[in-house]
Structures are given as C-alpha cells and as structure tokens.
C-alpha cells in the first residue's frame, strides 16, 4: 500500500459493505455495517427475498430491480420493505435501480424516502432517481473512464450537499483498446491482472484525476492497450477525497474488496 497516502479519517461507521447472503457471516467479522444483497422487487411489485440465513440481522437491505417489468402499484411494496425491515432489524435501505427511471420505482423512492426518513434511517438511491426523494442520500460511483473523480464528487455535493451525497465504491479491473471511443473496457479478474503484469512487467503509473493505477501495452493482435486498475493504496485515496469535500458515506462492494479490506482499514 502507498504509505504516503494520509489517514482517510473516515469512521468505520461510515463504511457499509454490501454482501451476499453467502458472505454475511465472514463479513460480519470486520465490525462495518452490512448491507444485504438478497433482496429485489418483483412482479406485482413484490419484494422476493433469496436464502438467507435466520441469524442474519441488522444491517440494511439492498434492493435491485433486474427483470422489474415496471408495473403495479408503489404503496403495498413499501410496506412490504418496512415489515422486512421491522422482521430483520435492518435500519436502512439501498435501491439499486436501474439508469432508466420507472413510474413505479420513482414512487417506490418517494414514500420509502417519507417512511424510512420518519424513522430516522438512511435511504440510497443511484443517481437517475435522486430526484424523487430529497431524503435519500445519492450513490455517485467512484468508477470513471474519463475525467477527474475529485470534480465528479464536488459537483455532486454542489448539486443535492455533502450530507446527501455516498462515494459508492466500484473496484477497476478494466483493459481498454486504443483508442476508446465508447470508453468501455474489458472487466478483468485480480488473477488475470497479475498474469499480465508478470508477463509484461509493465511500468505502472497513478492518475491523480481517475484516482487509479495504469500501464499501457502492445498486442501483436490486437494493437496498443491501456490497463486500469485499483489497489487498497487508490481505493483509500478515492475515500480520502470524499472525506475532504465532507463526503462521509461510502458504500464497498464485499465481493470485489475482502482480498484488500485489511489495508483499506489500516
């Protein structure tokens, strides 16, 4: 880890781990808030639940909307996430919605945002359905191809204040062709990362502006290649900016971290 980089001084209060259900006992260890990713609206809409162990409580739950065809009515749904709520012990709840905002979520986001705000617990949203709740705290993802993460996140603060504002913590792993028109790259796994890196022994750079690493290579197939990726050292300077704009939330993905989460928290 890059030992120059200064204390993030974020408390551990303010770092959740989003976990399956499979990784919630392990995860558990590390004394962070969880939030659970078992949840997802359903038809009707109705909340469905994946297997989840009995002794799991507390936390948050995490709710994604894949294969939501958009119909139905907002209000019984709610009630479904605050009896679960009330059952599981949780005291917050995360909408990963989808880009395109739908009738029925952006309500979905409007009475959870009045519920969970009267109970005095933290609701999250992505970024395309801030606007139907000026409750909810806003997940502004860490992930950039281009342009500078510290611009990303002062601009977000300016929009709905640092206070409704969570870094929401995506790990790069991405090998992009040259040029990148669509700024879409190829996800690569921690083993296919150090694969390449022992067979080109690259020259590794940092980009203050992306808060990543990078090195660049050449492909007798496929011509020149630039390599993004994140280590516990970027994944701290990426919280330490948040913290300096009074960003206190941050949101971890525990599936795409547990290899670093020992030097993230050091």
């Known amino acids: 880890m890059d030992k120059g980089v200064p204390s993030i001084m974020l408390s551990k209060s303010h770092l959740i781990l989003t976990v399956p259900p499979a990784d919630s006992r392990t995860a558990s260890a590390l004394g962070l808030p969880l939030a ?11 909340l469905f639940r994946a297997n989840m162990p009995v002794a799991v409580r507390g936390g948050l739950m995490v709710i994604d909307d894949s294969g939501f065809d958009g119909m139905g009515e907002s209000t019984p749904f709610c009630h479904e996430v605050m009896r679960e709520c009330a059952a599981r012990g949780f005291d917050g709840v995360i909408c990963k919605f989808a880009a395109r905002p739908l009738t029925v979520l952006s309500t979905i986001v409007t009475e959870l945002g009045e519920l969970m705000h009267k109970r005095g617990w ?6 395309p359905y801030a606007r139907f709740s000026d409750k909810a705290k806003v997940l502004i993802s860490s992930a950039l191809s281009g342009g500078s993460l510290q611009l990303r996140l002062m601009e977000a603060a300016e929009r709905y204040g ?52 990078y090195f660049t290579y050449m492909s007798p197939q496929s011509g020149a290649h630039f390599i993004l990726f994140d280590d516990a050292g970027s994944i701290r300077k990426k919280l330490h900016i948040a913290r300096s704009l009074d960003i206190s939330d941050a949101v971890l993905a525990y599936p795409q971290v547990s ?4 030097e993230i928290l050091e």
């Open 36 to 46: 659970h990713t078992a949840y997802r609206v359903g038809g009707g809409p109705h």
């Open 162 to 213: 640092a206070g409704r504002v969570a870094l929401e913590v995506e790990r790069v792993c991405q090998d992009f062709f040259l040029p990148s028109p669509t700024g879409q790259g190829v996800d690569l796994t921690p083993e296919e990362l150090r694969r390449r890196m022992e067979e080109l022994a690259p020259s590794v750079f940092f980009s203050s502006e992306l808060c990543a690493h």
């Open 122 to 127: 933290p609701l999250y949203v992505t970024e």
């Open 259 to 262: 290899d670093l989460l020992t």
